[in-house]
């Protein structure tokens, strides 16, 4: 064989063995059409319940979160209810909800998801046990979220302060009054800070989980979601604010 016969034996290898390799690659990773990769992981997102969560504002996320599953099983979204005690709950419409761990036992949370209750303004904010638990897992969470009048819980820890934030719409006004350093916005339906995700809560409680999503995965994959949930999901055309 020629030098030249030789030359085109060994690019014919290389090429052979690179197309083996792309193969082996796909089936440990996910990878788009475009040849872009990335490593299979599974975050874990914590909803912190007590006793009269709000319904919207717990199921609307998790349903959110908890379908990127139905994208890619090996790259999702893990959801879990965490309440102090692990003990059965009654959400404020009287759904019957058994969470899945107490603050003794659970795992470590990539996202901190905070549902309004009825005693998010005043109950939870008092008590000691709860708001230690969740300064410390606010801190050590990527991602926080909050809905609805959450968002007051978690101003109490202080990683709002100079931050802008948004609530429930009739208690915007009682944020800003209990926590003046917070930039409240009363012309957004949820604000970004960081790491930080307030919401107005309510039937619109899906759009932050969807903004995750789409920060987190891709547009398409949001928007996929939003089609399986029978919403339209433009980001565009959600009143927002990212700090």
């Not at 893990?78 to 005690?85: L, S």
């Not at 934030?165 to 949820?190: G, S, Y």
């Amino acid at each position: 064989m020629n030098r030249v016969g030789m030359l085109l034996f060994w690019a014919g290898v290389i090429c052979v063995g690179a197309f083996f390799l792309n193969v082996t690659d796909i089936s440990l990773s996910t990878e788009n059409l475009f040849g872009q990769q990335r490593k299979p992981q599974i975050l874990h997102a914590g909803f912190v319940c007590v006793e009269k969560v709000y319904n919207s504002e717990l199921m609307a996320p998790y349903d959110v979160l908890q379908h990127s599953y139905y994208r890619d099983p090996k790259n999702y979204i893990r959801c879990f209810i965490v309440t102090p005690d692990g003990k059965p709950f009654a959400t404020s419409e009287g759904i019957r909800i058994t969470p899945d761990y107490s603050f003794a036992n659970v795992p470590p949370i990539d996202i901190l998801v905070i549902p309004s209750t009825e005693t998010s303004m005043t109950k939870d904010l008092e008590n000691a046990a709860f708001m230690s638990w969740l300064k410390n897992a606010v801190a050590k969470a990527s991602h926080v979220i909050t809905l609805c009048d959450g968002a007051f819980p978690l101003a109490v820890t202080g990683v709002l302060d100079g931050r802008v934030a948004t609530t429930f719409p009739a208690d915007r006004k009682q944020l800003a009054e209990m926590f003046p350093q917070i930039k409240v916005r009363d012309d957004v339906n949820f604000a970004v800070a960081g790491k930080y995700i307030t919401s107005v809560g309510g039937a619109l409680s899906y759009e932050p989980a969807l903004y995750l999503v789409e920060k987190l995965y891709s547009m398409e994959h949001a928007q996929r979601t939003a089609a399986g949930l029978v919403l339209d999901w433009d980001l565009r055309k959600v009143p927002h604010v990212i700090e």
